[in-house]
């Protein structure tokens, strides 16, 4: 059973569009969650995270939404780069106990110039 | 500071046969842990560490045995190979509790044939 449900498997975006994947989550104990970026060949790294006091986090082009009723949240990447060409991968846990971390199956995104 | 680091990066096995995946870490980070990442199935937590001397079972750590003896290396063990582990396993470190400082090595191939 997956816990955290990331859609879609896999993107293509012409450059400067956006760029908008989705997760959505079960386990309502989950207050922290953090999305991370893979190059080919590399090991994820964070790129940005939220925790659910708030609606929405930016950090320069990339942006978390969140919607705690609707146990959703999403990341869109605004004037998408070909160098944004990665597998992103959302993730979920509980603050206060960050040792389990639940990885969605990841986005496959290529941007095109 | 060379961060996390993983051997081999690659390696092929016969069913049955053991191996060890080493991992290390010169960051002083009590956090240690191991995933695997599948096609389609994004990163599951194998089994993790918070120092020296304690660990824990992810969500799939059956076939898998771990250790920590030490606060710089965190080895993966299969004691008998399986094909339905052949997979990319990462390693990754940080503070507890402290995702931002998380950090994941650049992964092993594994391939039991």
């Known amino acids: 059973q997956q816990q955290v449900k990331q859609s879609p498997q896999s993107l293509i975006v012409q450059k400067g569009g956006i760029s908008i994947i989705n997760c959505a989550y079960e386990n309502t104990a989950f207050d922290y969650f953090p999305w991370y970026q893979q190059f080919p060949g590399k090991g994820p790294a964070l790129l940005i995270a939220i925790r659910p006091d708030v609606s929405e986090k930016k950090e320069g082009r990339f942006t978390i939404s969140f919607n705690k009723s609707a146990k959703q949240f999403s990341l869109h990447i605004m004037d998408s780069q070909p160098g944004d060409s990665a597998t992103y991968f959302c993730a979920a846990a509980v603050f206060y106990n960050t040792d389990k971390l639940i990885f969605g199956t990841g986005t496959r995104l290529q941007v095109f110039p | 500071n060379a961060g996390v680091t993983q051997t081999p990066k690659f390696q092929v096995l016969k069913t049955g046969q053991s191996m060890t ?93």
Request: net charge negative; proline share 5%.
């Open chain 2, 21 to 113: 995946l080493q991992c290390a870490q010169d960051m002083n980070h009590e956090y240690m842990s191991w995933y695997r990442q599948d096609p389609g199935m994004g990163l599951r937590l194998i089994h993790y560490s918070v120092g020296a001397g304690i660990t824990d079972q992810g969500e799939v750590p059956n076939g898998y045995n771990v250790s920590r003896s030490t606060t710089e290396d965190f080895p993966l063990r299969l004691l008998s190979a399986a094909p339905s582990q052949t997979s990319v396993y990462f390693c990754a470190s940080g503070h507890r509790g402290v995702l931002e400082t998380q950090y994941f090595g650049p992964g092993t191939r594994l391939l039991v044939l």
